[in-house]
Nanobody, 117 residues
Framework: QVRLVESGGGLVQPGGSLRLSCAAS????????MRWYRQAPGKERELVAG????????NVPDSVKGRFTISRNNALNTVYLQMNSLKPEDTAVYYC??????????WGQGTQVTVSS
């Protein structure tokens, strides 16, 4: 059974940091392209970071450039999102996605990140 379980979200003050984790099971993690998305209330889901199976990071949107970094540990079947200098507009539910083919496209349940003073 495929599972993606996100953790690490929570409430943080502006300027703070959080590290999200996504633990994967039920598929060959090392072969998958991993991504983090986020969705704020009333907005569409937005891609914030991606990393290939080989560890190459994809381009990120300007809104998070220089602040968010994705990484992966294939030995632990885990992908991370390090988020620094957080802003109130980063408030959203953050989702982990694993993609190999259109039929092998999996999502986690999401973790809430709230940036507020």
């Amino acid at each position: 059974q495929v599972r993606l379980v996100e953790s690490g979200g929570g409430l943080v003050q502006p300027g703070g940091s959080l590290r999200l984790s996504c633990a994967a099971s039920g598929f060959t993690f090392s072969r998958y392209f991993m991504r983090w998305y986020r969705q704020a209330p009333g907005k569409e889901r937005e891609l914030v970071a991606g990393i290939t199976s080989a560890g190459w990071r994809t381009n990120v949107p300007d809104s998070v450039k220089g602040r968010f970094t994705i990484s992966r540990n294939n030995a632990l079947n885990t992908v991370y999102l390090q988020m620094n200098s957080l802003k109130p507009e980063d408030t959203a539910v953050y989702y982990c996605n694993a993609y190999n083919t259109p039929a092998q496209d999996y999502w986690g349940q999401g973790t809430q990140v709230t940036v507020s003073s």
